[in-house]
């Protein structure tokens, strides 16, 4: 493939997805540099992509071509190209009745993947989807071991941070399945249709895994939170799941934990990392997991 060609998407912060075009049809190309990941990444992705097809929109994978660091050759994935307007974009334009149709969209879609079954929480390690450890035993733990990258922090904020994260496992540990997570299922990883609000594309499964059934619905609802679109996520997930919005919700904030230490650490890699960051400070500082998103 002639990367030349290739031109840069807009919406992701890694730089390494590409529009590309040839002979009036369009595709999408991620490149995988040797360092960035395991060799297999591409493999994965496109894998957790054949997984989802049929159940969940996503592209077709056209190519996929595992990394070969000893020749310093990036992986590759090839995939259709979806239409569609991001969620980002689409979200700020719309009134309550559109948010609530969206969201009770996203509130199934949530619910289905949180149905996904896996044996027990981990990473995929290979193109058969095998499932391998964190190599951490719960939240406070992974706070611990991050600690030294959130030097940033005041005191009374690792304090608090701690507190919080042993009251989060507690009820995180009420919940004992594992699932298929996306783990970036924000609104920018998402493609509608701007007339009908259908969903036509979920993006971005470099983060897949297997995990608690709760993480992307805390992702999602991370900054995104206009009342009307909140609420009717939460119904939706709720009635298909079985379960009560404010449980469902409390479970999401809890889950969502581990992202915000994760991205806290990064804070100076991009706009939603720093914005991550704050909302921890913040939850770390009033000891409440449902502390208001800071502003963008």
């Known amino acids: 493939m002639d990367f030349s060609s290739l031109t840069p998407l807009e919406g992701g912060w890694s730089g390494q997805t590409f ?48 990394a070969d660091p000893a020749a310093d050759q990036p992986g590759l994935l090839v995939t259709s190209y979806l239409p569609g307007v991001r969620g980002d974009e689409l979200l700020p334009t719309l009134e309550p009745d559109g948010l609530a149709a969206v969201g009770i969209t996203l509130g199934r879609l949530l619910a289905d993947l949180g149905g996904m079954p896996m044996l027990h929480a981990g990473p995929f390690v290979d193109p058969e989807l095998r499932v391998g450890d964190f190599g951490v035993d719960g939240l406070p733990e992974y706070v611990e071991q991050r600690l030294p990258e959130l030097g940033h922090l005041s005191p009374g904020e690792i304090d608090g941070l701690r507190e919080v994260a042993l009251a989060a496992q507690a009820l995180l540990d009420t919940v004992s399945r594992a699932c298929l997570v ?19 594309g979920v993006l971005d499964w470099e983060f897949a895994h297997a995990g608690h ?35 469902a919700l409390a479970l999401a904030r809890a889950a969502d934990l581990w992202a ?15 914005r991550a960051d704050r909302l921890l400070r913040t939850i770390a500082s009033s000891g409440d997991p449902n502390a208001p998103a800071p502003p963008g």
């Not at 957790?48 to 595992?66: C, D, I, K, Q």
């Not at 996306?182 to 701007?194: A, E, I, T, V």
């Not at 619905?217 to 939170?225: M, S």
């Not at 915000?260 to 720093?274: F, G, I």
Request: glycine share 4%.
């Open 19 to 66: 529009l590309a075009e040839a002979a009036g049809e369009r595709s999408v190309v991620r490149i995988y540099p040797p360092a960035s990941r395991e060799p297999a990444a591409a493999e994965i992705d496109a894998a957790v992509l054949r997984l989802v097809r049929g159940l969940v929109p996503v592209p077709e994978v056209l190519e996929v071509r595992p």
């Open 182 to 200: 996306h783990s970036d299922l924000n609104p920018k990883n998402l493609l509608f249709d701007p007339e009908s609000l259908a969903l036509t």
């Open 213 to 247: 059934p709760y993480t992307d619905l805390g992702n999602l609802l991370r900054f995104d939170r206009a009342p009307a679109f909140e609420a009717a996520v939460l119904e939706a997930y709720a009635a298909r799941r079985g379960t009560t919005p404010d449980p």
């Open 260 to 274: 915000l230490v994760d991205l806290s650490t990064r804070r100076q890699a991009n706009p939603v990392a720093a």
